[in-house]
């Protein structure tokens, strides 16, 4: 621990005070970190963080932290900055890795491409495994992103293999590498999305994926840390469209107040002008309702139903879709298990629903001398929509990703506000075609 | 490749069609996976489906692969089997291994200690780093998890400090452990849990993370593999609760039917009775609504705009409280936050709802000469019935939380129908109040 001249702020201390310090607080704190640790912490932030503190610093003490990160790093924080901030970050790195950002730059971030570093380990497939533990030895100094797995390519740089240093420790020093190196290597190209790489990663527990080209030209690596936070990025953004909203691609309290009402505005408008469309067609009923003011109590609770119901199911769907363990060619599958749990779930609410109209006829005598049509009405109106509920929530997701769009979107709000409708129009065909005469 | 009888079956290829399989069809298929690439099929399987092979092998083939596993995978697999099952599966292991499962049994499964594998690779402070080198190599003939990270232990197992392979690597050789190991190094107890754990992994960007208990001796380590996991099943945890149902812990092809509708219905009917509420609050206003039956028809407008806005607001505290990035003392600031929210979003969407029915006056002569003061009342209950939403949103997270439930059981759905209720009472009191002499 070195002696200094302000109380030093230990890593661990600030990372807990962080979320609620204020940007010239972070810039403050973050100078007081001892500097055995302050590079670490410092590799830990965000890249939105990172380029905080960075732009609050002096040019000199800016390069030599922007010089610390490694490429993939380098490139997400580029990414963050506004425009005019970029040209000048860029200048500062040194000239092999402003040429590496500018490669990776090209790829979309939600990518392999965007992901990899491309600085790994390699090894030629005739090194004796002594020549290539030392030849590993010296590549870590050279900044490479793991020396755990090496990558065993020929003179065109085309990926033959891999070897862990953990099969090269436990070898007979006389083999060869490639005697000892695995062949079928599972890799990505520069193009596939994060979902499918996150998905390889933990169906064959690797801690790195190789991303090549179309003619097996290595290019670079994707590490299991990077793919951590992609999982929890994926995770946030399902989590927060199916709450109904914009993903808000940051922490709650670093998107601005403007910034998170235009993340929240734009569906609520859309679910309100659809829920209009229940109004409307309430409207079709109005004379029903004069003859019955009874009939609109009911209405929350069938068309909640139908609601809820759909929330589940498409919610279920989205995860499902999402982890992979659903495929979009099992549509058919699901939608038959869907139309059966709708039924069963439909029968037994609107059993609950009819049970209770008649509970309270016998106590209280809320609903006159129809009551028990009443209760049949309603009872068969939960169940369809209950049903159909089932059956939007859970082929919405389908039908999304189908046309190329995000399964998410079929957020809980949206399939309430779908069934909403149709339930209005179920309950009050029902009614017209059990009550009139009695009721109506 | 061996040749075999029957066409080999690529891992990958099987990797693919395994959610579709039959409990039959695996066992057939993983038989022809070829031997060289099967161990790592085998141990990329989850718990459940590595248990599902291994009852239906024969007794040798079964130890065989029981013996492959290492013992904190050999737990996951006890866990998920049957009660009678387990002693059988036990009774199978190595001496050794039979030891470290018995005590890692007495974890919960969602802490530390369930997670942790009690084989790491260690080291003496006094080694030199040649020494300590080759120490490492011949540790990774010992099944030890990872040989990447090395704990310093001292005679009494005291955690002293950590190396990893390549900061040994990359030390002069006559130097010792003590001398270049990291002595802050960041670890958790034997009880932490596995949010707290997986935030640690991300903040740090660590790939393993030492468990010690309260006199700082070594038990294990959690390794970054075992995280992603715990990331993925917490997130799909959320996101089930989030659309208002149990966590299904298990594909969705893989839960039998009934347990999926358990695993629904139980939320169903507590909303669905919650929802009567509103239907009894209704009633109350059955009167009003008999004079003016067009008072019904915005209903489920209102309580849905209302359902929207606490559905966004939840959601969005619920995974910020999950990732860390707000906390429970930050619940004020963030209730100042949703009000201000609450208000833009409600006057926005009000002045809406207010404009939908004078242009329907004008157009089409809707509502009659009350309109004006109708349009009023619709407008004002939205906007009420929109903050009332945010806030409740927002806020009943942090009150799950607050009283040590989950805050992701604050589901959309649950929210919605808080709001229903309240949404009902705020807009009849309006109509009450402003339409009392003219409509009423």
């Known amino acids: 621990m070195t002696v200094m001249d302000a109380e030093p702020i230990f890593p661990h201390e600030l990372r807990d005070a962080w979320p609620a310090l204020s940007r010239d607080e972070r810039v403050e704190s973050f100078k007081l970190v001892p500097h055995a640790t302050a590079d670490d912490f410092f590799i830990s932030l965000s890249a939105q963080e990172k380029l905080e503190l960075l732009l609050a610093m002096g040019p000199g003490e800016r390069r030599t932290w922007l010089r610390l990160l490694p490429p993939d790093d380098a490139v997400d924080l580029v990414q963050a900055a506004d425009p005019e901030d970029r040209e000048s970050l860029l200048s500062e790195l040194d ?27 390699r090894l030629r497939p005739e090194m004796t495994i002594d020549e290539a533990i030392s030849y590993l030895r010296k590549q870590t100094r050279e900044k490479v992103e793991t020396v755990y797995y090496a990558y065993v390519l020929d003179a065109k740089q085309v990926l033959l293999g891999v070897v862990s240093l953990r099969q090269l420790f436990h070898a007979a020093p006389a083999k060869r590498v490639a005697d000892i190196m695995e062949r079928d290597v599972v890799s990505v190209t520069e193009e596939t999305d994060q979902e499918t790489v996150s998905r390889l990663f933990t169906e064959h527990g690797l801690i790195a994926i190789p991303v090549v080209d179309d003619e097996r030209h290595m290019k670079g690596i994707v590490t299991l840390d990077d793919i951590v936070q992609v999982v929890q990025e994926e995770a946030t953004e399902d989590i927060q469209k199916v709450g109904g909203m914009e993903a808000l691609d940051a922490p709650y309290f670093e998107v601005g107040f403007l910034g998170m009402l ?22 079709r009923f109005e004379h029903a309702i004069q003859k019955a003011a009874v009939l609109s109590l009911f209405v929350p609770l069938i068309i909640s139903s139908g609601g809820n119901t759909g929330s589940q199911a498409s919610t279920l769907i989205i995860r499902s879709l999402a982890l992979g363990e659903v495929r979009l060619r099992d549509w058919w599958r699901v939608s038959r298990r869907e139309v059966m749990a709708g039924i069963s779930l439909g029968l037994a609410l609107g059993a609950v629903g009819a049970g209770r109209i008649l509970l309270w006829q016998s106590l209280f005598d809320s609903y006159g001398e129809h009551a028990a049509r009443l209760a049949l009405t309603v009872g068969l109106s939960v169940a369809g929509v209950v049903l159909f509920g089932a059956v939007t929530g859970s082929m919405l997701p389908f039908l999304l990703r189908r046309l190329g769009l995000d399964p998410a979107s079929a957020s809980a709000p949206f399939v309430a506000t779908l069934v909403d409708l149709s339930g209005v129009i179920i309950y009050f065909s029902a009614a017209t075609v059990l009550l009139t005469g009695t009721l109506l």
Chains 1, 2 share one sequence.
């Open 262 to 283: 235009k993340k929240r505005i734009g569906w609520l408008l859309i679910l309100f002008v659809g829920e209009m469309l229940t109004t409307s067609a309430m409207g």
């Open 95 to 121: 000239e092999t890795t402003r040429r590496e950002v500018h490669a990776l730059l090209a790829y979309a971030e939600d990518e392999a491409g965007g992901l990899m570093n491309p600085r790994f380990a």
